[in-house]
């Protein structure tokens, strides 16, 4: 009974493509990126400059420029070690430092590879319950009732959803009443490197997912924020041969320029981003598209989609 | 009710780690990768050389080789597309071929970029009902008990599990007795590209996955084996700035020099692999420790795991 029951209907939770019974051919089913280009303005929300973290290496080797821009994660999540990430960023610390570790189908590391580099001061030391973020205490009814369009099974957690832009799990406790959220590993997840449990990490050793989602990492590291343009520029550099894919050769290494708060740049000098709604009509049409896929490519929708697989959309835009 | 029986717990179906009355302190919990290196002799499975297909790309810059090899599927999957396949290498048509589409958190796809290179006689056609396997036809309780051990919650189906040392995915049809299952598409995973249905693909065109789980393929393409050697060949190239991360500068595809079976290499050069007994007791422990990861650098084990967070081990053996 449980197999059966483990399954649950996305198509049954999200809003349906509308079929009329005048409707004899085929409707036609647009593709999530289509959906996505067809959202209206108001479906956008903007990203701050000063959520925006812009990562510039030394250039390829054929001159060309690589900027790398990460979305930090809005309160309450992570803000101990996001705080020491703007401190990191505004004392200029990443600036010669380097990328030190690929490892496929898992992740890229940076930082300071002497490890000897002083911190500035007044940074925090996040304790482990930072991991999580104490939610809405209350009945499981308004748990389930709460993002009805937006819920996903998943092998993580009790639950996952979208909120504010990003992709979350939570957790109800053994008491029934307090419930757990914490920020999921998807491809593009930036964390904070550290050592062995107590420690955290400060957020100057940092990582990104460029593999299968490492979900198993949730809860064990911090997750801070998401690359929202340019990772091409960090999951196609040569693997590492080093144990846990550092490089052995520092030849090897790529050089980091600079790393700023978007909103530590001129006006003029600002990259503007908006991500998708995640509470709107268009977002919960994206998802459903993207859990039954009825462009013309498919022949069979999957009935559902892990929340890693539903990236939520972010676009660059011009002007103020 | 659906949310708390939609997590099936994988420690309850996994093995176990022994802890004893008598152990006082925390008891030491290997890690994955610990659990593998022990594991006896009796629990490795040879792969016949005729199932591997060694790809070789144009050296790098730096004039090192490039390896690729490729462990094709078992019957009963994905077999017409598969027996093309043999054909095509055993014609030799790859070479002079190249990669010639890289899409970030996606694919990596190679084959005539021309589209015009003539396919070697006697290939099949293989129809779309090839995607899925019909398996067992049985009362459920016979599939909820065929592999306790293995079972996991899955957005895309109703069951995911190993089978012969391979990611399955299976359904119950609406009789509740007819079971289809097919092949999963998780990292690495090789596909056969196509065109619009009934089109489903001669072989001669493939791809192999570079980024997050693309599930929402299964059963829309065939998966017809997975890379299990030198895939950062690939995931690191650079991506293609054309339409679908197709190389737009003909100039940057990769010159596949030769793709042929192992077993018509001269036995010397034969590379020799096995993969770990998925029916096995170690795979058991493997995967109980993939899904609750308590080896010391972890604080909190995840409780459960995604199929394709569970790579099945492969390692190359020297020898006859």
Redesign the interface.
Known sequence: M???????S?AALAIAAPVTAQETEKPEFPSPNAIVDAAPASAWVKIAPSDLLIMDLAPDAEGNPRRVVIQLMPDPFSQGWIRNIRKLAQAHWWDGTSINR?Q??YVVQWGDATEKKALPEGLETVP?SG?ETEATTGK?GD??LWHPKN??????S??TWFESGWPLAQE?GNDTRTLSRWPVH???AVGVGRN??PDTGSGAELYTVI??????L???IAVVGRIIEG??HL?????GKGQLGFYEDAGKRVPITSIRLASALPTANQPRFEYLDTEGATFAQYADA??N?RD???????????I??IPVPVRRVSGK
């Open positions: 449980i197999r059966l029951l483990s399954i649950v996305f690929v496929d189908n482990e991991y499981q748990i389930v819920q996903l099974t998943d092998s993580y009790d639950w109800i998807c491809y593009g062995y449990s593999g299968h989602a490492p979900r198993h949730d809860r064990n990772i091409e999951s196609s550099l040569p693997r993207r859990a896929r013309p490519f498919f022949i069979k929708p999957a009935g559902g989609a892990d890693c697989n």
